[in-house]
């Protein structure tokens, strides 16, 4: 048993990946306690050159790869070669997003480095996966949005599609992407036997909306948008304040008779309407009304303090900037500035808390291209 | 080093979790190996009655929880509070998503329970975490989609807020405790200590939406609403065809002038306002109905078989039907159909595949109530 500082402690990740799905991944590596070595082209990751700078470099790469060492390589120079199989040999696990194809005309895919490394995890990331007719297609994340399902369910009722404000299925599958990792090293450290990880962003897509995949399944009705609103409860949604919308979220009978009180329409309690959760949902177009009447006699602000007082299960729908300052946020340090050579930015922590694992420091940011080749090299002098 | 047909084999979970982000982690959880049991109160875990249901079964319970074992326990009756004990004790992992607080009042707190199992992995899903000033506030998915930005950068931009079509806080949650949870265990199996995992919906939101986190600190600027529209590449997003809309995904000069070509437009390949991307990001709105005047020829499946063809990036807008439909969607095994006790329901499959680990078997089904107590019981009998 050894003393580890983190779970993933002296576990070494050779990172090919680039723009989002990949370095999403690794980052989450590098948070829990993983040596990434990310390994760049000529050029640097393309994400290099996207805006916004802070004192010419990206906050964009920045945001995606805190906590990261750079080696620049270019695999059609045998040299460098040379260099990627010696990180390989020494690497425990592989992490690329290439698309599928590309790994193998490179002389890197899965059939030949597993019986060249054995030890080593091989990781891959892609728009449709490593198999199906859609394998070599190209992907981005708004084409997996679109084709998913996922933006036919976002918007309102009586508007059109609408893509989600993130980029989901880039995130998600990065996401499972780093389960499947941390499964294949657990594997590999209790058997003895290294494993490959094939994740896509088309199977995050599905995963992620299993229930509207059972929706459809159970009864045959497309899933459509519903707005604001919870599908099967009520009054659980956006409603109208005086100055703009609020969250409400009456989760049962009892929630529903307290907001009831609050704004002073106890007659909605006994209303034959409104009785139950049942009633409500076949009522909603009733309900709404009767409560943004009430509502719009207090701003957004002052419905919040009054429902707080009760317990009351609320929200405002906040900017990115009101929810960046919201105290909880700190509290969990869920934005951390990197700060380190004249580079002050502030960028999304790690959401993955484990006892006796430290957040993210302060002042770890990401790699200049090649900023640590000599290291690197050093390090692999050392082993060998 | 042993024979292990899955990353998870011989991992018991003990799982106390309801309704969403809780089930979700663990079913993923049992998709690779592990055996859960999920401890449900008197009545069983709430979703148990939501519809739509499959011959008296919900649906989306079943999709939640497939591949678990139940035993309902009344946690407020000794004998029951014994054999949750006996649980722990045997147990590797201990999975709840209860508002912090509750386990503690149930006397089963990370505090006590450390000291009494401390090879027990302690994780825990709430909506704002076990610290921090709103730590024991209420949080629904929607309450955290607002909280958090989310819900204000997604949508049109002349257009209000919108909330995403899935509860993607909830299974945001659900997958990096799932992450974590693995990770626990393989710090437990290297250095011999079981950790507490503490995942939140509030901090998963912040970390998936890390680009605008960036973007807002970098800038300044709080990021808006775009619509189907990607932020910093032109023409990229959603263009109305004859009949209605497609993707179009034109992420280079390459592609934009394929574009051009396509759709019969090649005098705006040298036009001097869409020379290169920078441009075309400025003269967007020029752009667009250029686009789609030369669209307005064909229907959104013409377009799409003629852009297939030279391999231009592009989708159609799936409904969920269309989606689960796929060619590639089956081959990826994304769609599995449980089979059992007359209930047949297709249901999302495992979005983590690992070389030698099949994937969710057809036939496996969600537990009833209480099911499995006979074999636990006995199980806990033959090791005690």
């Avoid at 009447?293 to 900037?321: S, Y």
Wanted: with cysteine; aromatic share 6%.
């Amino acid at each position: 048993m050894q003393e580890l500082n983190a779970p993933l402690d002296g576990i070494t990740v050779i990172d090919l990946t680039r723009v989002l799905a990949g370095p999403f991944c690794t980052q989450l590596l590098a948070d829990q306690g993983a040596r990434v070595i990310k390994v760049e082209p000529p050029g640097g990751d393309d994400t290099r050159k996207f805006g916004p700078f802070v004192h010419q470099k990206s906050a964009y790469f920045i945001s995606n790869n805190r906590g990261k060492e750079s080696i620049c390589l270019d695999l059609k120079q045998p040299a460098d070669r040379i260099i990627l199989d010696q990180l390989l040999a020494r690497g425990d696990v592989l992490v690329e997003n290439f698309r599928p194809g590309t790994m193998e005309k490179l002389g890197y895919g899965w059939e030949i480095l597993q019986k060249k490394y054995p030890h080593l995890i091989y990781a891959s990331i892609s728009g449709f996966g490593h198999s199906g007719p859609l394998m070599t297609a190209p992907a981005y994340d708004m084409v997996i949005q679109a084709l998913s399902g996922l933006m036919s369910v976002t918007g309102s009722p009586d508007g059109g599609p609408q893509a989600i404000g993130i980029s989901l299925c880039d995130i998600g599958a990065g996401m499972f992407a780093a389960t499947g990792i941390v499964s294949a090293l657990l594997w590999r450290e209790r058997s003895g036997r290294a494993r490959r990880v094939d994740v896509s962003m088309l199977d995050a897509a599905l995963s992620m909306q299993g229930t509207n995949v059972m929706r459809y399944g159970a009864t045959g009705e497309v899933p459509g948008r519903v707005g604001i609103r919870h599908s099967l409860i009520t009054p659980f949604g956006a409603f109208a304040c005086r100055d703009g919308q609020i969250i409400l979220a009456a989760g049962n009978d009892h929630l529903f008779g307290q907001l009831c009180h609050v704004i002073g329409k106890t007659d909605l309690i006994t209303d034959s309407r409104f009785t139950n959760n049942e009633a409500r949902n076949e009522n909603y177009a009733a309900l709404k009304p009767l409560i943004e009447d009430a509502l719009a006699a207090r701003t957004v602000t002052e419905w919040l303090e009054i429902l707080a007082k009760i317990g009351f299960p609320c929200a405002p729908i906040n900017t990115m900037r009101e929810a960046m300052l919201m105290p909880q946020v700190s509290a969990r340090h869920m934005v951390v500035t990197a700060t380190e050579r004249g580079v002050s930015l502030p960028v999304a922590g790690n959401p993955i808390k484990l006892s006796d694992l430290p957040d993210p420091r302060p002042g770890q940011i990401a790699p200049d291209l090649d900023e640590h080749r000599g290291e690197i090299l050093a390090w692999l002098r050392e082993r060998s």
